[in-house]
């Protein structure tokens, strides 16, 4: 079973950085992608970013194009989530996972446990 585990996560001022990581125990292609998921308290899931496991394509919600950047590192089994410009509707728990691709948290299979992301002045 594939098990992933984040980190990275932190308290930054608006405008600041972050970078995110996603350690898998196995990289599979089994599974097509992994995306990068947030929630804020009281909210419901959200799709943030996902990668491809097999060509490396991207995908991003809106809210988030031109400031953060999804990678990936085959040979560390990681996947980076690189947070520029933050603001603070960015704040929430940041959850990567794998599954099936797209933004959907549904069509993702296994999760890892989520790093606390804060930006505040």
């Known amino acids: 079973q594939v098990q992933l585990v984040e980190s990275g996560g932190g308290l930054v001022q608006p405008g600041g950085f972050l970078r995110l990581s996603c350690v898998l125990s196995e990289f599979t292609l089994d599974y097509y992608a992994i995306g990068w998921f947030r929630q804020a308290q009281g909210q419901a899931r959200e799709g943030v970013s996902c990668i491809s496991t097999s060509d490396g394509s991207t995908l991003y919600t809106a809210s988030v194009k031109g400031r953060f950047t999804i990678s990936r590192d085959n040979g560390k089994n990681t996947v980076y989530l690189e947070m520029n410009s933050l603001k603070p509707e960015d704040t929430g728990v940041y959850y990567c996972?794998?599954?099936?691709?797209?933004?959907?948290?549904?069509?993702?299979?296994?999760w890892g446990q989520g790093t606390q992301v804060t930006i505040s002045s």
């Open positions: 996972a794998s599954g099936m691709g797209g933004l959907r948290p549904t069509d993702y299979v296994h």
